[in-house]
């Protein structure tokens, strides 16, 4: 269940998913008094973060976290954490409460049970939460055929994040879970090029979720998916 926004450029997609965003967590602050948001990581939405940023809004009222992480230090090149507090944790948003996933656990299996003590009190359901999906048809770090996806996917889980380790892809991650992601009021794919499309158009044909992870995103009646998309 989705709905797919076209864009002639990254710039026009970026200006309309900001509108999205800034828009969604208004009307929670006003209904609520806060607001939570879960971003991904990767180079896709540093200039959407970026322009997130200098936004006019509540910040201190805005509560943020991350979709997965790798299982790295805060330091280190490959960290979600580190990439949303160099572009979105900035200027005015610099004010938002910030909660990582990762911890000081040796790995994510030992760690993710700490990480989903502290989000018990991360406000749920998200108002905004911000999807991407790899080449492989993964999304969050759910990765086809790695060992723990089936956990990470269980819609009867009551766990709020999971360690995994990708087939196709370094490093050990940490997650959100299937039922977390989907306790959203909106959820947005973010995904630029012709490439992304393919891999789309070719997780609508199948339903083997376990091949494409993406599918129990887009294939499911719980919550209706926003994809933003352009060519480049």
Not at 8 to 35: P, R, T
Request: charged share 20%.
């Amino acid at each position: 269940m989705f709905t797919l926004n076209k864009y002639a450029s990254s710039q026009l997609l970026n200006e309309d998913l900001n509108a999205h965003i800034v828009s969604a967590l208004k009307q929670a602050i006003k209904q609520k008094g806060h607001a939570s948001l879960a971003v991904s990581g990767g180079t896709t939405p540093i200039p959407l973060f970026i322009m997130l940023s200098q936004q006019d809004l509540d910040w201190h009222r805005v509560f943020i976290t991350l979709v997965d992480d790798r299982w790295v230090d805060d330091i280190h090149e490959a960290s979600n954490e580190k990439l949303v507090k160099t572009y979105l944790l900035q200027n005015k948003a610099k004010l938002a409460n910030f909660v990582g996933l990762k911890n000081s656990c040796e790995n994510p299996f030992v760690g993710s049970v700490i990480t989903d003590k502290l989000l018990t009190k991360f406000p749920m359901p998200f108002d905004v939460l911000i999807l991407g999906m790899g080449e492989d048809g993964h999304t969050a770090s759910l990765f086809p055929r790695a060992a723990n996806l089936a956990a990470g996917l269980d819609m009867q889980s009551d766990r709020k994040v999971i360690g995994m380790t990708p087939l196709t892809a370094p490093f050990d991650r940490i997650t959100l879970t299937l039922p977390t992601i989907l306790n959203s009021q909106n959820i947005y794919l973010h995904l630029v090029g012709q490439v992304k499309m393919n891999v789309l158009e070719q997780a609508e044909k199948g339903n083997n979720i376990t091949e494409m992870p993406i599918r129990a995103i887009l294939q499911q009646d719980k919550v209706n998916i926003t994809i933003f998309w352009t060519a480049s």
